[in-house]
């Protein structure tokens, strides 16, 4: 069973008499449908399961068939409890949020008990008119790319196996064939998100500029860049605000983030030049010429690998705390992230094997910040794979 806490916070959910409308957002071929059908198959409440992630995109009336399906389940189980349904990528639908709140306040004026919950991509899901339309009636369950502990559990996967494939569970069995695997990271989960789940369905000006931003963020994943350093890269007349947008839509489906840089005031923050950090990466692997064992031969490239597996860890194992991650640079001295949780600091340098041009900072950031912690990731410090087995909220309490 995987995505434990998850599993749990529904399967409660469901337990309890009153209905929810909950969604469950996060990036392809993460676990959600699984997920959700393994509640299913445990939970004694009857279950109805439809998805809109067809080759032909569903319309509005999809949506109401499937809700009366639902509701004729609902009634005829509502004295053992009513009826769950499931809409899977719902997002897909134009003006589903519109919709769903129809018929979710009619069902509430109706004393309905039917349960609902929707599955689909974070940015679209949020964009496309959740907290406009939908406030107030929703909870949102992020679903995260896969820690090394589920990887490891599920497939038995070693931590060098980990750093270099990455925590997508439906290409583990493809490695064996790299170049199968790597089409199929390429294919249908790079391309497929570009395509289907941020440029068919949400305004994008440039396509062709937010593809090379994104190839851009997996080639200079680790590394601080500022948005006309980035401009210069891309060779596009386009404005620093368009990539910045760009950046958030790509951070929005689970790929690539930048990360912001950690200072006493919020306006510092936003403004800071981001620090390019891939959410998976396999997203950085699959688009090398390296095969597994050239790349754990070649010192510069593993050390990008591993530094980008701790940032990715820390942001998915945040992702539902409240956890927030920075950076922090300052005069030619640099702390690799920073976790913040409340007034509480936690550093944290990777010593990943990779040159870097800039000093350590943690001496200097102590002086600055006084973080209730300072942790030294591989080298003489904790071992890589003890820190992508520990969340990052438990670095607050231990």
Not at 204 to 210: G, M, N, R, S
Not at 239 to 263: C, D, P, R, S, V
Not at 269 to 274: G, I, L, T, V
Not at 314 to 324: M, P, R, V, Y
Request: charged share 25%; hydrophobic share 40%; aromatic share 8%.
């Amino acid at each position: 069973m995987y995505h434990r806490p998850l599993y749990a916070a529904l399967v409660g959910r469901m337990q309890e008499p009153r209905r929810f409308l909950q969604v469950l957002a996060g990036p392809r071929q993460t676990g959600k449908t699984t997920l959700v059908r393994q509640i299913a198959d445990d939970t004694p409440l009857p279950v109805h399961y439809a998805s809109a992630d067809e080759p032909t995109l569903q319309n509005r009336t999809w949506i109401e068939q499937q809700w009366d399906t639902g509701r004729l389940l609902d009634r005829e189980t509502k004295e053992k409890g009513g009826a769950i349904l499931v809409l899977d990528e719902v997002q897909k639908v134009t003006g589903w949020s519109e919709v769903v709140k129809r018929l979710w306040d009619a069902d509430t004026r109706e004393k309905r008990s039917l349960k609902v919950l929707l599955l689909g991509s974070a940015p679209l899901l949020i964009q496309r008119g959740l907290t406009e339309s939908l406030a107030g009636r929703f909870e949102i369950l992020p679903v995260t790319h896969w820690s090394y502990a589920e990887m490891q559990e599920a497939f038995g996967w070693d931590l060098e196996h980990y750093v270099y494939f990455g925590g997508y569970p439906g290409a583990a069995c493809l490695i064996d064939d790299r170049q199968r695997w790597s089409r199929y990271i390429i294919d249908s989960l790079i391309e497929t998100t570009l395509s289907r789940d941020i440029l068919l369905l949400t305004r994008v000006d440039k396509p062709a500029l937010l593809r090379r931003l994104f190839q851009l963020g997996c080639t200079f994943s680790g590394q601080i860049l500022s948005y006309q350093k980035m401009i210069g890269q891309l060779q596009d007349a386009g404005n620093t605000t368009t990539l910045a947008h760009y950046l958030e839509l790509l951070t929005g489906a689970g790929m690539l983030t930048g990360l912001q840089k950690i200072a006493g005031h919020q306006v510092r923050e936003r403004s800071s030049s981001p620090k390019l950090q891939v959410l998976n990466t396999a997203l950085i692997s699959a688009q090398s010429r390296l095969t597994f064992d050239e790349a754990r031969k070649d010192r510069e490239f593993w050390g990008r690998l591993v530094e980008s597996a701790v940032g990715a860890h820390l942001i998915n194992s945040a992702s539902t705390t409240g956890i927030e991650v920075f950076y922090w640079r300052e005069r030619g001295r640099e702390v690799d992230f920073i976790l913040r949780s409340g007034n509480d600091l936690v550093a944290i340098e990777v010593k990943s094997g990779s040159h870097k041009i800039v000093m350590p900072g943690m001496d200097a950031f102590d002086k600055a910040f006084a973080p209730k912690r300072k942790l030294l990731v591989g080298g003489d410090g904790i071992s890589l794979e003890k820190f992508l087995l520990t969340p990052a909220a438990e670095w607050f309490s231990v």
